[in-house]
């Protein structure tokens, strides 16, 4: 997800989550197109808190995929990837049984500042990428050739400038929507809380859902093919020593469904977040210090760092094609 000023790590390598997948602790593919046709270079609102209680229990994440997801439009969902985009201006695809990076080039987005920096980013099913700058301005990039076209979307829709994003499935696919996460500190106590919004991508146009569930602070989100939509957040206001979670939401309403606690993964000062596989991936680190990728298995609650790149990434985003199991 981020670039923000912001500090942190990731703490430990190899630990489990064990039993604490009840408690609470207190932002592809090369194979789905050859390319996408680009070319060019590679508000004022009162809210109301959803005051669920930090101390109240909540499930553990399960990620079976349901049995009857639409996948025909999908004839090469194993080839899909994560794709991941940096500080630097690089976009990367990140291979989950490898743990290995692929350099796809230097992204150069129209009428953008020279310090504007991509922020967050999502992936369609068809593997195209969305990259959301500094600036408010979401831009449609290739993931074969890194080029960089603008679209419609006006900065500051509704009231959201920055926000981490994800596709999600409306119900078990083929259509999706994406869903973005506004970025304020909730569970600071001041300002506005984080909210939930959903952009219908025909149009571009940002529509607010509502307060996102109080637990969530500067979340990323991540969806999936049958239709479920995850975030990964801090669960307190510091991000260099709050421990973070990730929590299955309520698309409708930004509730919390489900959520495992990540005791030992801090967002720090860049964060992105997907789902490939069965299995979470973050990519978290210190600001200029590169990222650490830790994959997160909800089948066995094991949480391993799997991976490093020696840039910030500040976005993640992989197709609602890619495997579920």
Not at 102 to 118: F, H, L, M, S
Request: glycine share 14%.
């Amino acid at each position: 997800m981020r670039f923000p000023l912001r500090w942190g790590s990731i703490l430990g390598v190899g630990v489990t989550l064990g039993t604490l997948g009840a408690a609470a602790a207190c932002g592809s593919k090369t194979g789905l197109v050859l390319d996408d046709g680009l070319e060019g270079d590679g508000s004022d609102e009162t809210f109301t808190r959803h005051d669920t209680g930090r101390d109240a229990p909540l499930p553990p994440i399960d990620v079976a995929p349901k049995p009857d997801v639409n996948r025909n439009d999908c004839p090469d969902a194993a080839a899909t990837l994560i794709y991941v985009i940096t500080k630097e201006y690089d976009l990367f695809s990140f291979n989950p049984p490898t743990g290995a990076f692929g350099r796809i080039g230097a992204i150069r987005c129209p009428n953008t500042a020279a310090d504007d920096k991509p922020f967050s980013m999502a992936v369609d099913r068809k593997g195209v990428a969305f990259v959301l700058f500094d600036s408010g301005q979401i831009f449609r990039v290739s993931n074969v050739s890194a080029a960089c076209t603008a679209t419609p979307f006006v900065p500051g829709a509704a009231g959201f400038l920055k926000f981490g994003m994800g596709f999600a499935s409306d119900s078990t696919g083929p259509a999706e929507s994406l869903y973005v996460a506004s970025d304020e500190q909730s569970s600071t106590g001041t300002g506005a809380p984080s909210r939930i919004g959903k952009i219908d991508m025909t149009k571009f146009v940002l529509t607010s859902i509502g307060v996102f569930d109080d637990r969530v602070t500067n979340a990323e989100l991540t969806g999936t093919g049958d239709g479920r939509l995850f975030a990964f957040y801090s669960t307190g206001p510091n991000l260099q020593t709050s421990p973070t979670a990730i929590g299955e939401v309520d698309k409708t309403t930004g509730r919390l469904i489900a959520q495992t606690p990540l005791p030992t993964v801090r967002l720090g000062g860049h964060w992105a977040f997907g789902f490939w596989g069965g299995d979470f991936y973050t990519f978290t680190g210190l600001i200029s210090a590169g990222t650490d990728v830790t994959r997160v298995r909800p089948s066995d609650g094991s949480v391993v760092v799997v991976g490093h790149l020696g840039e910030d990434i500040v976005g993640a985003g992989v197709s609602t094609c890619a495997p579920e199991n």
